[in-house]
């Protein structure tokens, strides 16, 4: 069936090291997709998206990378920073009624 | 985020007891949404609604029920509660059902059913 998950359940960077965070997808209908961050206590909060019809896309501090070959996509952060600890979701939307959100990944940032 | 606010924050029923929470957005979003947060379940959709009078049922709406008779408000009503429906409820909204059409998540409702 459809399922959106993430290769690392639990990451652990130095401050000012890069991070990536890895997400597979199985539903090659998906059209756009999504990466979440949530702290402890808050809801998700969105970061950045991307269309199918493109391989990357930036923001600030942060980079999505979709390869659609392998149905696998990725949150780069650069200069990860203490702030950026949180639990990262990406997720998959084909409508407005079909988002599935992978199962997230904890990102710990050592001081 | 101020745009969308969920009330109350956190609430203890028991089981058997009918408990609605609140969900208002203030961006005139179209389509609004519920869904609940578990461990090992990630979030999975209970209810959404295109617009005001329009709902449907999302993944897991066994046991809830919905309205939306204003654009802004979306209710999500428990009328049994049971202890398998602890859980963080979170309500989201969107602008579109399309692209670039991101959810907008409220700051969610913690339910404990004793």
């Known amino acids: 069936g459809e399922s959106v998950g993430l290769h690392l359940p639990t990451l652990s960077v130095q401050e000012g090291d890069n991070s990536i965070i890895n997400c597979a997808y199985s539903?090659?209908?998906?059209?756009?997709f999504i990466w979440y961050k949530q702290e402890s206590g808050k809801g998700p909060q969105f970061i950045i998206d991307?269309?199918?019809?493109?391989d990357k896309r930036q923001g600030q501090r942060v980079t999505v990378l979709l390869n659609k070959t392998v149905k696998h996509l990725s949150l780069q952060i650069a200069a990860t920073q203490p702030g950026d600890s949180a639990v990262y979701f990406c997720?998959?939307?084909?409508?407005?009624?079909?988002?599935?959100f992978g199962p997230g990944t904890s990102l710990s940032v050592i001081p | 985020d101020a745009g969308i606010t969920q009330s109350p924050r956190y609430k203890i029923t028991e089981t058997g007891r009918q408990v609605t929470l609140m969900c208002h957005q203030t961006?005139?979003?179209?389509?609004m949404f519920w869904y609940r947060q578990d461990l090992g379940h990630g979030l999975r959709l209970i209810y959404y609604?295109?617009?005001?009078?329009?709902?449907d049922k999302g993944e897991v709406p066994d046991g809830y029920v919905v309205s939306r008779s204003k654009t802004e408000n979306f209710p999500l009503t428990l009328e049994s509660a049971t202890r398998s429906q602890t859980s963080v409820y979170f309500c989201?909204?969107?602008?579109?059902?399309?692209?670039?059409?991101?959810?907008?998540f409220g700051n969610g409702t913690r339910l404990t059913v004793t």
């Open positions: 997720a998959e939307k084909t409508s407005y009624d079909k988002v599935i």
């Open positions: 989201a909204s969107s602008w579109g059902s399309t692209y670039n059409s991101p959810l907008h």
């Open positions: 991307i269309r199918s019809n493109m």
């Open positions: 609604s295109a617009a005001a009078d329009i709902t």
């Open positions: 539903n090659s209908a998906s059209d756009y």
């Open positions: 961006w005139s979003h179209s389509y």
